[in-house]
């Protein structure tokens, strides 16, 4: 995508940085139990086997989100941009405030 094209993120508000860093160290089969919707925002980001049952099951819970963020080798702002939705969703869902 050419620079023009990438979208602008907000920075940070206090505590998300936290958020991100537990998201992070947290197995993908964590997350997709934690964090409702997480499995569309992540099948939309190019983790397209975790739409198939067996592969999520065979494959979620052996890695954490950082080790697939780097096995898919997101470029930088795609990673952001997906931790940002999923920080976002998790403390929606925890009943916390919107990380942005």
């Known amino acids: 995508m050419p620079e023009d094209d ?3 993120l907000a920075p940070l ?3 998300a940085q936290q958020r991100l860093r537990t998201l ?3 197995r993908v089969s964590e997350v997709l139990d934690a964090v409702p919707g997480s499995l569309e925002v992540l099948r939309d980001h190019g983790f397209t086997p975790l ?3 067996a592969m999520r099951r065979m494959l979620a819970p052996t890695v954490t989100l950082e080790q697939a963020i780097r096995l898919r080798a997101l470029p ?3 990673r952001e941009a997906l931790l940002r939705r999923l920080a976002e969703m998790d403390a929606v869902a ?3 405030a ?3």
Request: aromatic share 4%.
């Open 76 to 78: 930088d702002w795609r």
């Open 13 to 15: 508000r206090p505590g």
């Open 94 to 96: 925890a009943g916390g």
């Open 6 to 8: 990438r979208p602008t």
């Open 24 to 26: 992070l160290a947290m």
């Open 98 to 100: 919107v990380c942005r």
């Open 51 to 53: 739409a198939q049952p």
